[in-house]
């Protein structure tokens, strides 16, 4: 049997609290990160799908500035793997339509992860964007995250450190949420990425060429460097996926 594999069907440490989906303890996760950290981000993924199902395995795009370097490691290293979109309603229909390219191009297979339309529909209504992005987040993105994440036991993730302070904190692996969360790229440095991009001739989102460095809903994203255009006048940072 696998290393890994292991863990996933032995009782946890009676001693230490599991409460994600993958039912691993705090010590086979710090394995698991002692395993993965000599490896390259390809190497880690590789390993991955060697170590966990692929149906138990949950991928997300944003379908944002760079996704097709994620997307086109994921697909050329397991072509088998879905793609979870999360439609938050309010889309640029720039990124629907680059996310149709990428799907043909990669041959994806992509399925929609949305939130309650009741739900939905007061957002849209109280306009809870400029009034409370924190609870427009949670309705539209993470709540809806959550209601598919009992399904999986790894959530794979294309954070990288340089992004923000709050993400070159994190581990390859940590628990979530009730899920494990893999981030095999949390060490990419930004000319890595470049770098790949560049080898693959991969086309970025159709709004970085106007000027946007970080695309999220259409409310909450203008023009600007890094991620400084995202909820800007607000002090969030972050959606509340990944955090
Ligand atoms: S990014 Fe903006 S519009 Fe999108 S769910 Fe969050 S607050 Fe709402």
């Not at 979870?84 to 990669?106: V, W």
């Amino acid at each position: 049997m696998n290393a890994v594999l292991e863990p996933l069907n032995a009782p946890a440490n009676a001693n230490s609290a599991v409460e994600n989906s993958a039912g691993l303890d705090a010590a086979a996760i710090e394995a698991l990160n002692a395993r993965y950290a000599p490896l390259s981000f390809e190497q880690r993924l590789q390993a991955l799908y060697r170590d966990f199902p692929v149906d138990k395995v949950l991928v997300t795009s944003s379908f944002a500035a760079t996704s097709a370097f994620f997307l086109h490691v994921v697909s050329t290293l397991e072509p088998a793997q879905q793609i979870a979109f999360i439609d938050t309603g309010y889309h640029f229909p720039e990124t629907l339509a680059y996310r149709e390219y990428l799907t043909q191009r990669f041959g994806l297979t992509v399925f929609d992860v949305k939130p309650d339309e009741f739900h939905h529909q007061f957002t849209v209504a109280e306009k809870t964007y400029l009034s409370d992005p924190d609870l427009c987040c949670a309705v539209n993105k993470v709540q809806p995250l959550d209601a598919i994440k009992p399904r999986y036991q790894v959530w794979v993730s294309s954070l990288m450190g340089w992004q923000t302070d709050d993400r070159a904190a994190m581990k390859i692996f940590e628990p979530r949420r009730g899920i494990i969360k893999f981030n095999p790229m949390i060490d990419v440095s930004r000319e890595q990425r470049d770098a790949y991009i560049r080898e693959h001739d991969l086309p970025f989102h159709p709004l970085v060429a106007q000027g946007y460095s970080s695309i999220g809903c259409i409310h909450c994203t203008v023009k600007g460097e890094g991620r400084s255009g995202r909820w800007q006048g607000k002090p969030k940072t972050e959606c509340g996926l990944h955090l």
